[in-house]
Protein backbone atom coordinates (compact mmCIF):
# COMPACT_ATOMS: atom_id res chain seq x y z
CA UNK A 1 0.00 0.00 0.00
CA UNK A 2 1.23 3.53 -0.97
CA UNK A 3 2.02 5.52 2.41
CA UNK A 4 0.53 8.44 0.57
CA UNK A 5 -2.70 6.99 -0.20
CA UNK A 6 -5.68 7.83 1.80
CA UNK A 7 -7.24 5.23 4.30
CA UNK A 8 -10.22 4.15 2.14
CA UNK A 9 -12.83 1.66 2.64
CA UNK A 10 -10.74 -1.21 2.54
CA UNK A 11 -8.11 0.12 4.53
CA UNK A 12 -7.04 -1.32 7.67
CA UNK A 13 -5.47 1.85 9.26
CA UNK A 14 -7.89 2.58 12.25
CA UNK A 15 -8.18 6.21 12.32
CA UNK A 16 -6.60 9.23 13.84
CA UNK A 17 -9.19 10.01 16.37
CA UNK A 18 -12.24 8.30 17.42
CA UNK A 19 -15.50 9.58 16.82
CA UNK A 20 -16.02 9.91 20.25
CA UNK A 21 -13.43 11.81 20.94
CA UNK A 22 -13.65 14.08 17.96
CA UNK A 23 -17.18 14.99 19.82
CA UNK A 24 -15.42 15.61 22.83
CA UNK A 25 -12.86 17.80 21.57
CA UNK A 26 -15.77 20.03 19.24
CA UNK A 27 -18.09 20.55 21.86
CA UNK A 28 -15.34 21.90 24.42
CA UNK A 29 -13.74 23.90 21.69
CA UNK A 30 -16.88 25.34 21.08
CA UNK A 31 -17.93 25.61 25.00
CA UNK A 32 -14.46 27.59 25.16
CA UNK A 33 -15.45 29.95 22.29
CA UNK A 34 -18.15 30.76 24.09
CA UNK A 35 -17.25 31.24 27.15
CA UNK A 36 -14.10 33.21 25.57
CA UNK A 37 -16.41 35.64 23.56
CA UNK A 38 -19.06 36.29 26.48
CA UNK A 39 -15.71 37.29 28.60
CA UNK A 40 -14.13 39.54 25.76
CA UNK A 41 -18.09 41.04 25.43
CA UNK A 42 -17.96 41.56 29.37
CA UNK A 43 -15.11 44.02 28.99
CA UNK A 44 -12.92 42.14 30.00
CA UNK A 45 -8.74 42.07 28.21
CA UNK A 46 -7.74 40.09 25.74
CA UNK A 47 -5.71 37.73 27.72
CA UNK A 48 -8.52 37.23 30.45
CA UNK A 49 -10.77 36.18 27.44
CA UNK A 50 -8.08 34.15 26.17
CA UNK A 51 -7.69 32.77 29.36
CA UNK A 52 -11.40 32.06 30.17
CA UNK A 53 -11.62 30.44 27.37
CA UNK A 54 -8.64 28.08 27.02
CA UNK A 55 -9.62 27.42 31.08
CA UNK A 56 -13.22 26.52 30.11
CA UNK A 57 -12.05 23.90 27.06
CA UNK A 58 -9.81 22.16 29.51
CA UNK A 59 -12.07 21.81 32.09
CA UNK A 60 -15.10 20.31 30.10
CA UNK A 61 -13.06 17.94 28.11
CA UNK A 62 -13.29 15.34 31.24
CA UNK A 63 -16.50 16.04 31.79
CA UNK A 64 -17.82 15.76 27.87
CA UNK A 65 -15.62 12.47 27.91
CA UNK A 66 -17.61 10.76 30.81
CA UNK A 67 -21.21 12.57 29.76
CA UNK A 68 -20.93 11.42 25.98
CA UNK A 69 -20.27 7.48 25.96
CA UNK A 70 -18.40 5.99 23.24
CA UNK A 71 -20.28 3.52 20.89
CA UNK A 72 -20.72 0.43 21.98
CA UNK A 73 -21.23 -2.66 19.13
CA UNK A 74 -23.62 -4.98 19.41
CA UNK A 75 -22.75 -8.69 19.45
CA UNK A 76 -24.05 -10.50 16.12
CA UNK A 77 -26.95 -12.41 16.53
Partial sequence: ?????PAGPGSTEPPFLSLHTAVVLIAALIGGLIVGGLTMLAGAPLAGAVLAGLSAFGSSVPILRSLISP?????PG
Fill in 71 to 75: LREEP
Fill in 1 to 5: MNPNS
